[in-house]
């Protein structure tokens, strides 16, 4: 059994930057593929940006490419999640997840394990 505990969100104004992070409780490096969500009011869960084991390919969300940032360090079982640019419309909770198995990144079958997420609030 996986947990996950974010950190990092809170409030910020259009513009601005956010670091989340994401801590595993076991040794998370050479056995799951990581991932970031989010969940706005009102709308389904989206897969926001996907790491592969190793750290070596990554994948993102159209509408955050150029902006957010995926990285893991397998030494401190962590995830991040580099945010900048930010948008009123990334407001969010932000949900980390892990897989063992790889599929579709952006399909939330394809992780067995989330946390609880953080919340991120962009003002304009």
């Known amino acids: 059994q996986v947990q996950l505990v974010e950190s990092g969100g809170g409030s910020v104004q259009a513009g601005g930057s956010l670091r989340l992070s994401c801590a595993a409780s076991?040794?998370?490096?050479?056995?799951?593929?990581m991932a970031w969500f989010r969940q706005a009011p009102g709308k389904k869960r989206e897969g926001v940006a996907h790491?592969?084991?190793?750290?070596?390919?990554?994948y993102n969300a159209a509408s955050v490419k150029g902006r957010f940032t995926i990285s893991r360090d397998n030494n401190k079982n962590t995830l991040y999640l580099q945010m900048d640019s930010l948008k009123p419309e990334d407001t969010a909770m932000y949900y980390c997840?892990?897989?063992?198995?790889?599929?579709?990144?952006?399909?939330?079958?394809?992780?067995?394990?989330w946390g609880q997420g953080t919340q991120v609030t962009v003002s304009s």
């Open positions: 076991e040794n998370t490096a050479n056995n799951y593929y």
């Open positions: 997840a892990a897989g063992r198995y790889g599929g579709i990144w952006t399909s939330e079958s394809t992780y067995n394990y």
């Open positions: 790491i592969s084991i190793r750290g070596g390919t990554t």
